[in-house]
């Protein structure tokens, strides 16, 4: 199972950006998708998720900021990100809640300028 995310870059603090991940399963058979992120130095940590009928959870760092969203057709989760702030660097990647039921893939990597 492969796991392919895409869509980050170079923004400045306050820009947006929308990542994509891209699954070769039927992720409807998923129940629960989410956004990992890893800065340097730290451990991944999850910053959202969403249900197979896309009732979501975004954690306190990104409530308000972040929206999570699925399409099941095209087994597909995407992250909109919104008044990004340096902190928001890291490489995100996206999984399965609770992990193990998928391999991690290729991550994207987002930076913010200052």
């Known amino acids: 199972v492969q796991l392919q995310a895409s869509g980050g870059g170079l923004v400045q603090t306050g820009g947006s950006l929308r990542l994509s991940c891209v699954a070769s399963?039927?992720?409807?058979?998923?129940?629960?998708m989410g956004w990992y992120r890893q800065a340097p130095g730290k451990q991944r940590e999850l910053v959202a998720s969403i249900g197979r009928v896309g009732i979501a959870n975004l954690s306190d760092s990104v409530k308000g900021r972040f929206a999570i969203s699925r399409d099941n057709i095209k087994n597909t989760v995407y992250l909109q990100m919104s008044s990004l702030k340096p902190e928001d660097a890291a490489v995100y990647y996206c999984?399965?809640?609770?992990?193990?039921?998928?391999?991690w893939g290729q991550g994207t990597q987002v930076t913010v300028s200052s």
């Open positions: 999984n399965s809640v609770p992990l193990g039921q998928l391999n």
């Open positions: 399963v039927n992720i409807f058979s998923i129940n629960v």
